[in-house]
């Protein structure tokens, strides 16, 4: 069977090209690919090559197919999987393998198993660790938008509280705390607030900062303080490039107790250190952006630590379990993760937009894959839709949903596309 895909060969080199796949082996499993969010660990792979530590140091020979945040159905079965899937499921994938201490993962290492790409061979491994998952959601773009919500869960799951009591570890955000998510009206910042606003151990409040009145509006056009209110939270939007003094006025939010739970969303010393700052007896705080500069070091009150039992901690990418729980919760309308999504585009526009991916505004960058369309912001398809009928029809379609990706605007393009 061929399929087309995007495949590295070196940094800054991605090329869409067409290729014979193999038969599929008996522990094989062969896939259509029709959704694949774009993450930012994509562009950094792109700009080190074989620098990168999940890098082959064959790609040059041996292409691999980028792309990790993608879902589809299932073509073919090999017989050793023919009990537990079936041609035609939907699926979801957690590429975070860790298997047998390799840290080869799909969209990274191999050659015929990545998200950007029109049909890929998923290999025994996936199956053995349990990270191929049925999905029966209504859409495709929540399951492809599931694993970076996942991240997002395991952050709030790992985050952890102490008692002076025992040696016990409470695990999970504080219930009835304060949580403050920095730089979070980036899209997985808008992940974090819409999962907060659902989980059990609901905060009291949850504090967003940005220093951009436009993303802190389009955050409150998607999210409003109305929305959590419902849900029984308390919500604010703050612009922290405009406070006169932001650790007094942020601690004001909180009647000066503090953040039980801080996320750091953006890999900026200043931040990292104004969290540290506003921590409250016992507070935690995830540093969650990940960034590129291996020496990147910020100055930590160990003061706090010491006496007011201060907890730093650090996640990237979430488990199977978080996967899980991501897809579940988007299936059931619990969690939008389309509030991470600002522009849609075809599988023709995965390599600028991967090579490009810093220099283009907005959030999620989310691709279709079985046909060729220009990446575009969801925020263009009205005045786009004076001359075409597609983009008025999507535009319609998301104005209907909050100015939203959504499931019917999807189901708009598989029409026009001829994707079944």
Not at 174 to 200: F, H, Q, R, W
Not at 295 to 310: D, G, P, R, V
Request: aromatic fraction near 8%; include cysteine; proline fraction near 4%.
């Amino acid at each position: 069977m061929k399929s087309r895909a995007v495949r590295m060969y070196g940094a800054d080199d991605l090329r869409l090209e067409e290729f014979e796949l193999p038969e599929i082996k008996d522990d094989e499993i062969l896939v259509k690919v029709i959704s694949d969010s774009i993450c930012m660990s994509t562009y950094k792979l792109a700009k080190q090559g074989k620098k990168h530590k999940r890098a082959p140091q064959n790609i040059d020979t041996n292409p691999i197919i980028i792309g990790h945040e993608f879902a589809g159905d299932i073509v073919k079965v090999g017989s050793k999987w023919a009990d537990q899937f079936k041609p035609g499921q939907k699926f979801a994938l957690q590429p975070a393998l860790n298997y047998k201490g390799s840290l080869a993962s799909p969209g990274y290492s191999y050659e015929f198993f990545g998200g950007a790409c029109t049909y890929c061979i998923i290999p025994q491994e996936v199956m053995e660790l349990g990270c191929l998952l049925n999905y029966d959601g209504e859409s495709y773009f929540e399951a492809s938008l599931g694993e970076p919500m996942s991240c997002i869960i395991g952050g709030y799951h790992a985050n952890y509280h102490t008692n002076k009591q025992n040696y016990n570890h409470a695990m999970g955000t504080k219930t009835d705390g304060n949580v403050l998510v920095m730089g979070g009206c980036g899209p997985m910042g808008l992940g974090a607030v819409s999962y907060g606003l659902c989980i059990e151990n609901k905060p009291k409040r949850l504090v967003v900062t940005d220093i951009s009145d436009d993303r802190i509006n389009r955050a409150r056009e998607v999210i409003s303080e109305e929305t959590a209110a419902k849900a029984g939270v308390e919500l604010h939007y703050v612009n922290t490039a405009t406070m006169k003094d932001p650790i007094a006025e942020l601690m004001a939010i909180t009647d000066d107790h503090g953040y039980d739970d801080v996320f750091v969303y953006v890999p900026i010393k200043q931040v990292a250190e104004m969290g540290d700052a506003l921590l409250a007896f016992d507070g935690c705080m995830n540093f969650f952006a990940g960034p590129t500069d291996n020496q990147f070091k910020a100055e930590i009150n160990l003061y706090n630590t010491h006496y007011t039992s201060t907890h730093l901690l650090g996640t990237t990418g979430g488990n199977t379990d978080d996967l899980i729980e991501a897809i579940d919760l988007a299936s059931k309308k619990l969690i939008e993760p389309a509030v991470m999504v600002t522009h849609i585009g075809g599988i023709d526009s995965i390599a600028e937009a991967t090579l490009n991916l810093p220099n283009i505004p907005g959030g999620k960058k989310l691709t279709y894959t079985q046909f060729d369309m220009p990446l575009t912001a969801i925020d263009d398809f009205e005045e786009l839709g004076k001359t075409d009928s597609l983009y008025q029809k999507l535009s319609d379609s998301c104005k209907r949903h909050k100015g939203l990706w959504n499931s019917e605007a999807e189901k708009i393009l598989f029409e026009h596309f001829g994707v079944n």
